[in-house]
């Protein structure tokens, strides 16, 4: 079963502290990204990857960090340093650049930081 | 910088009836995609559009590119409850690089 695993679902934590977001994916894709969505809002580009150990920053990255060493994983970490952190997080992927691709969404990571 | 602007943010309709959303850029796309997020869920991609002009149609949804390439429509026929959510545009720019920039969305509440 082909797909975009986030996990967790929901996380909790201290300001302060930093969090890493999981995002994996078994499509074979060599694009994935990281949005960013507040209520009631579209979604924001934090930081995308089109090859392993590659990646840019987009519209919001201050305040988080990316790794890109497998294929099938991108993960995401929100630092102290991000002041408005409470949000929702979403990872996509896609066969090649966005340009021409649709993008494949993960079930998303509801942060609440406090 | 390069954005897509979405209108109504809100759009409340009744049962059967239609309506549309509209997406503009002030710069010329390369080509659009639509996607749905049902409440609580994710975006799941509708379509993709690319010619100038270019019309695509799915059931009770079409979609519309202009001939500019600097707009884009979905007009939804018959309005059923299944069609809550939020509809997103999302832009690609040429200057962008690999990306897409995603419209604000028009959510829809359906009134039985």
């Known amino acids: 079963d082909g797909g975009i695993t986030q996990s967790p679902k929901y996380l909790f934590r201290k300001e302060g502290q930093n969090v890493t977001l999981s995002c994996e994916q078994n499509?074979?894709?060599?694009?994935m990204y990281w949005y960013r969505q507040d209520p009631g809002q579209g979604l924001r580009l934090i930081y995308y990857?089109?090859?392993?150990?590659?990646?840019q920053k987009g519209d919001i990255a201050e305040g988080y960090s990316v790794s890109r060493e497998k294929k099938e994983s991108f993960p995401l970490t929100v630092t102290s340093a991000q002041k408005n952190p409470t949000a929702f997080y979403l990872c996509?992927?896609?066969?090649?650049?966005?340009?021409?691709?649709?993008?494949?969404f993960g079930p998303g990571t509801r942060l609440t930081v406090t | 910088g390069q954005q897509v602007m979405q209108i109504p943010q809100y759009q409340h309709v009744q049962e059967g009836e239609d309506f549309t959303t509209y997406c503009n850029s002030s710069?010329?796309?390369?080509?659009i995609q639509w996607y749905k997020q049902r409440p609580g869920g994710h975006p799941v991609f509708l379509i993709q559009l690319v010619k100038s002009g270019e019309v695509k149609k799915q059931k009770r949804l079409t979609f519309q590119f202009g001939e500019a390439k600097k707009n884009s429509s979905l007009h939804i026929t018959a309005t059923q409850t299944t069609d809550v959510g939020t509809y997103f545009c999302?832009?690609?720019?040429?200057?962008?690089?690999?990306?897409?920039?995603f419209g604000g969305g028009t959510r829809v509440l359906v009134k039985p």
């Open positions: 996509a992927s896609s066969l090649g650049g966005a340009g021409g691709y649709e993008q494949y």
């Open positions: 999302a832009g690609h720019f040429k200057a962008a690089g690999n990306k897409l920039t």
């Open positions: 499509l074979n894709h060599d694009a």
């Open positions: 710069t010329t796309l390369s080509n």
């Open positions: 990857s089109q090859i392993v150990n590659d990646f």
